[in-house]
């Protein structure tokens, strides 16, 4: 079937895309209203969790990751707009045209959080309403397919805490039944159909800021059209910046003085160190980002991987019956629970220990030193 959106041109050199035809509007509305299933997925959400988690592998040559980085010959205003519609844009053909697989899901959701992460940079030159409205409706967008994906990474988490859990054991032959019974509603989650309409919404909305993602205010308009080589950089990034890396380092040290972590707060950690990773990603051609990104990639994948577990603890504790579990399946039931909890316990504390070296600075000398390094190399 056609795509509604397959009439968007390429992305010219700033990054713009002509808007849809009129027929291919009409399509999408077509669709919506009538029902239309979009195309039908490639490969199952649940593809046994081990396939879904090598995706996450993978990120690094795609879009989101960082390979589209700001040129040093353009604006900061110019920049932002050309990558954030370029990944807008990705966004929208991957999720119609190939419909909700694994792969265009987590594809699709890495690109949205770095746009969203660019809404946060750019906080001092978009107006509060405008920033708030975007940022919500691509939070709905990701949202709309966060159930099976989190059913599918929790069933390749589980293959790997099961395995450990044993400890050099047997593996039992057949397995637990609450083990059994928790595969098979994980796997049943995963690859539920997601009807075409329970996402078209989402994707429509997200289409209407095509070319309109980015809307800055007069102020930093002015500050950056006077010459493409003059400095922006206060108007445009400065204090979104520094807010960004304030909150992680706030987060991070009220982690370490608890005596135990909080989820909640690691979780939120997490989201501030990806958004910091997106943010320096843009500016991975200035000196010393590169480092920076390695180590915060180092504690995401740390924390994301303590979130994984989290998920899969919840997954277990609502399994129905556990009185009714054998002595046998009583004891590997726990193991598992134990397992996952020691785990867990270690990848907050590497987290930790990593994310020390990262907010080392306070925020006001980071961004100092960013905005001096960012100077040096647009002057070079």
């Not at 669709?31 to 490969?43: D, E, F, M, N």
């Not at 030159?125 to 599918?152: H, I, M």
């Not at 994948?301 to 577990?309: C, P």
């Not at 609502?318 to 629970?337: F, G, I, M, N, W």
């Amino acid at each position: 079937m056609p795509s509604a959106f397959a009439d968007y041109g390429a992305p010219d050199s700033q990054g713009f895309c002509e808007p849809p035809s009129a027929v291919a509007t009409e399509a999408l509305r077509s669709r919506a209203t009538i029902g239309v299933s979009l195309p039908q997925r490639k490969q199952p959400l649940h593809q046994a969790g081990a396939n879904f988690l090598r995706v996450q592998e993978l990120g690094a040559a795609n879009v989101h990751s960082g390979e589209m980085p700001l040129k040093r010959k353009e604006s900061l205003r110019k920049g932002l707009q050309r990558i954030s519609q370029t990944r807008l844009h990705s966004v929208l053909q991957i999720i119609v045209r190939e419909g909700p697989t694994a792969e265009s899901v987590h594809e699709a959701r890495k690109i949205v959080e770095s746009l969203r992460a660019i809404l946060r940079l750019a906080r001092g030159a978009l107006s509060t309403e405008a920033r708030k409205e975007r940022n919500q409706v691509l939070r709905d967008f990701a949202g709309s397919f966060s159930r099976q994906r989190d059913a599918a990474v929790t069933l390749g988490t589980f293959a790997k805490v099961y395995s450990a859990s044993l400890d050099g054991k047997r593996e039992q032959a057949p397995k637990p039944q609450w083990a059994t019974r928790l595969q098979k509603s994980l796997k049943a989650e995963a690859h539920a159909t997601l009807p075409a309409e329970y996402y078209q919404d989402a994707v429509e909305r997200l289409r209407r800021f095509n070319g309109q993602l980015l809307i800055f205010e007069d102020r930093a308009c002015q500050a950056s059209s006077r010459s493409q080589s003059e400095d922006d950089w206060d108007a445009m990034v400065a204090e979104g910046l520094r807010k960004t890396y304030r909150q992680g380092r706030r987060l991070l040290r009220e982690i370490s003085a608890a005596a135990e972590p909080s989820d909640e707060l690691c979780h939120e950690l997490r989201k501030r160190v990806k958004d910091l990773g997106y943010q320096l990603a843009l500016h991975k051609k200035i000196e010393g980002v590169r480092p920076k990104l390695a180590k915060l990639g180092e504690v995401g994948d740390a924390l994301g991987d303590a979130r994984d577990l989290i998920l899969l603890r919840g997954f277990i504790s609502r399994l129905p019956k556990k009185c009714h579990l054998s002595p046998a399946d009583r004891e590997s039931y726990h193991c598992v629970l134990t397992s996952v909890d020691a785990r867990r316990h270690q990848l907050y504390q590497h987290a930790l220990q990593v994310g020390r070296r990262v907010y080392r600075r306070g925020s006001e000398r980071f961004t100092r030193r960013m905005a001096k390094r960012w100077r040096q190399w647009k002057g070079s």
